[in-house]
């Protein structure tokens, strides 16, 4: 009996460190998803930006929720959303949002380039083109247009999500092959 338990507690303990497929080590973090902080009102535009312009998937529409506190900025009574939108290849870009609140404190945007302190969120393309075309249909805020970058080795734009975050996006330009 005593040998069935030290085999299961040394099959199963590990098991389950590394169920996530990493070996357990102290400190690890992982990446999971961006987060956005926003307000209720940009779900809309951000349906319009992540999915119809960036062929990201729509996890659907948020339910309400209240009930707890945040260190980020609001109480028990705030009302709160939170949805997310997957791209092909396994990123999220989820929204946290808060129903409009006088004390919730608005967002300064620039009116190019990024804030400081602010982040770009950068992200590669198949067929960025077309892509592009999408953002302009969908009157999306282009601070870059469809070009080559410094480095010639990619085309890439740079778009205003509708909760101001500056994104970048790329798409590698074929090279030739070396002789």
Do not use: C
Request: charged share 20%.
């Amino acid at each position: 009996m005593r040998t069935l338990i030290a085999f299961l507690a040394f099959a199963l303990l590990p098991a389950s460190a590394l169920a996530d497929g990493h070996e357990t080590e102290p400190g690890y973090a992982s990446f999971a998803r961006t987060t956005i902080l926003a307000r209720y009102a940009d779900l809309q535009p951000s349906i319009t930006f992540w999915r119809d312009v960036m062929g990201f998937s729509y996890a659907g529409d948020p339910k309400p929720s209240t009930g707890t506190a945040s260190p980020i900025g609001w109480d028990e009574e705030a009302v709160r959303y939170f949805t997310a939108f997957s791209s092909k290849e396994g990123s999220t870009i989820a929204l946290l949002m808060i129903e409009d609140d006088p004390d919730f404190p608005a967002i300064a945007l620039p009116e190019s380039g990024a804030a400081i302190g602010g982040s770009v969120l950068v992200h590669t393309a198949k067929n960025l083109e077309d892509l592009y075309n999408r953002a302009v249909a969908n009157n999306v805020t282009i601070l870059k247009p469809y070009t080559p970058s410094v480095t010639g080795r990619s085309m890439q734009i740079y778009l205003r999500a509708p909760t101001g975050q500056l994104v970048e996006i790329y798409e590698m330009i074929p090279q030739p092959a070396a002789e």
